[in-house]
C-alpha cells in the first residue's frame, strides 16, 4: 500500500524528496545501474502521490530574460488559463502523479511521474509571427519540462523538449495551510526550444541554456 499523501510530505520535508519533486537533482539524473534479469522486480515506492490536484507552478521570470526579448524585439503573453501576475507567469496544475522511492538504493530515477498543465502556457510575438508555448508537462525523473508548439495557430511539435530544469539553488520545503510549496528551481531554455524559436524568428541570438526564470510549484496536500 502507498504511503499517504501526509507522509509523504513528511518525507519530502526530511530532505532530499524535496529537491527531486522539482524534477532537479543532480543526483536524480544519474542512469541506473544494468540489472543483471529482465525479470528483475520493480521496487514499491516508499511514498507516492497518485493524483495531483494542483495548485500551480509559477515562473518568475528573470531580467535577463526580459531584457533578451526586448532585445529580440518580442512581446510576450499568456495563453488559456495561465496568468501573469508581479512579473510571475502562472500555469495551474491540472494532473498528474509523483513516486518516491528510497534514494539511498540502486534504482534510478527515485523521483518518478508526471506534472501536467493542460490548457495553459504563453506566447512569444513579433510583428505577424506568433509562438505559443502550452500544456506543459514536468517530468522530475529528466529534469526537462516538454509542452507544444505552434506557429500562428499550426501545431509545430507536440511535447517538444522546451525547458532543462535545474535545482541547485532550490530552496528548502515550505508549508503554507494546505499546500507545499517548492521554490528556486532555475528554468533555462532547452536547446530544442532555442533551435525552434531561433528558426521561426529568423535569429540566432536565443542560446541553449538562457536563464527564463526560477519555478514555484505549488500543490496541494489535502
Do not use: W
Not at 522539482?22 to 544494468?34: E, L, R
Not at 507516492?48 to 526579448?69: C, E, H, M, R, Y
Not at 508548439?149 to 535545474?166: R, W
Not at 528548502?172 to 521554490?183: R, V
Amino acid at each position: 500500500m502507498h504511503t499517504p499523501l501526509k507522509t509523504f510530505l513528511g518525507v519530502a520535508a526530511a530532505g532530499s524528496l524535496m529537491f527531486s519533486l522539482a524534477a532537479c537533482s543532480p543526483a536524480n539524473n544519474a542512469p541506473a545501474p544494468a540489472t543483471s534479469s529482465a525479470s528483475a522486480e520493480m521496487p514499491k515506492p516508499l511514498a507516492s502521490i497518485p493524483a495531483l490536484t494542483g495548485v500551480s507552478t509559477a515562473v518568475k521570470l528573470d531580467a535577463s530574460f526580459a531584457a533578451a526579448l526586448e532585445t529580440l524585439k518580442l512581446t510576450p503573453g499568456v495563453v488559456g488559463t495561465a496568468a501573469l501576475t508581479d512579473g510571475s507567469l502562472v500555469f495551474p496544475i491540472t494532473a498528474g502523479k509523483v513516486d518516491y522511492y528510497d534514494p539511498a538504493k540502486a534504482y534510478r530515477p527515485y523521483v518518478q511521474g508526471l506534472i501536467s498543465h493542460a490548457g495553459s502556457g504563453f506566447s512569444l510575438t513579433a510583428g505577424d509571427t506568433k509562438v505559443d508555448l502550452t500544456n506543459f508537462t514536468i517530468d522530475p525523473g529528466t529534469s526537462k519540462l516538454y509542452g507544444d508548439v505552434a506557429v500562428n495557430g499550426e501545431t509545430a511539435a507536440k511535447q517538444a523538449y522546451i525547458f532543462n530544469l535545474d535545482g541547485s539553488t532550490l530552496k528548502p520545503l515550505a508549508k503554507s495551510g494546505d499546500t507545499a510549496i517548492l521554490e528556486g528551481t532555475r528554468v533555462l531554455i532547452s536547446d530544442t526550444a532555442a533551435g525552434l524559436l531561433n528558426k521561426t524568428f529568423k535569429t540566432d541570438a536565443v542560446k541553449a541554456g538562457m536563464l527564463v526564470g526560477i519555478a514555484k510549484i505549488t500543490v496541494n496536500t489535502k
